[in-house]
Every structure is written in structure tokens, then in C-alpha cells.
């Protein structure tokens, strides 16, 4: 079943949430060629539907988007600051997926596609 162009940011956050598995996958299997292509057209601004197509890649049923890989910082000595807000897609075409910081460490949510940290928006106050 075809997945909506509305499911487009969806797909793309879960491409982002995902990306370092396929990495390791297309690493040990010898697709990454492949896999490099997909993540630069998707990086490109091309919807991720179209591109899946081009690849006659499936998308999956159902998307779980959640935060990157985290860095432990704890080990740094730095105390930790509390913010208010969270973290949304860093790319130009966002996606639409939201993180907040690791509770523990205090580490950034990254995205995978763009290989950057995410956006910091603050939480704006209610005066």
C-alpha cells in the first residue's frame, strides 16, 4: 500500500531515526552504494515516497520517529543546564520530528540524514 504524500515528514523522520541501522546493514550486506543514493536524494529535498519508488524500496507501515544517538556527557564535568523547549529537524525541508535532549546526559537529539544536531527551539513564555 502506498503511503500518502502527507506522510511524507513522517517517513522522513523515521528515515532519520533509522538511518545509522541501515547504515550498519548496508555495511555488512554491500548495499551502501545504494543507501548513500537514497539518503542524498532524500538530503536533496526530493520526497521520500518518490525516492523510495526510484529505489523500488518499501516504506514501512508504521513510524516511530524518535531521538538520535546520544552522547554521554556526563564524564565531562560540565553541570547540566535545564532548558525549556526541545529539538526539531535541522534540515531546510524539515520533517517535522521533535526530540527533546537526553534527561540523563543532557546530550542533543542529532539527525541522521543531514549528520547534524537538531534545531534547539525554545519553549516560548506565556506572559
Not at 564535568?77 to 543532557?106: H, K, L, Q
Amino acid at each position: 500500500m502506498a503511503a500518502e504524500r502527507s506522510d511524507d515528514a513522517a517517513f522522513t523522520a523515521w528515515w532519520c531515526v533509522s538511518l545509522q541501522r541501515h547504515r550498519e546493514e548496508a555495511d555488512e550486506f554491500g548495499w551502501r552504494p545504494t543507501l548513500d543514493a537514497v539518503t542524498a536524494d532524500i538530503e536533496a529535498g526530493n520526497p521520500i515516497q518518490d525516492v523510495f519508488d526510484k529505489y523500488r524500496l518499501p516504506l514501512p507501515v508504521r513510524t516511530d520517529a524518535d531521538r538520535g544517538a546520544l552522547v554521554d556527557l556526563g564524564s565531562l564535568g560540565i553541570d547540566r543546564v535545564r532548558t525549556e523547549g526541545d529539538y526539531g529537524c535541522p534540515r531546510e525541508r524539515s520533517c517535522g520530528r521533535r526530540a527533546g535532549a537526553d534527561p540523563d546526559s543532557g546530550a542533543e537529539p542529532r539527525c541522521a540524514i543531514a549528520d547534524r544536531t537538531m534545531r534547539y527551539q525554545p519553549k516560548r513564555s506565556e506572559r
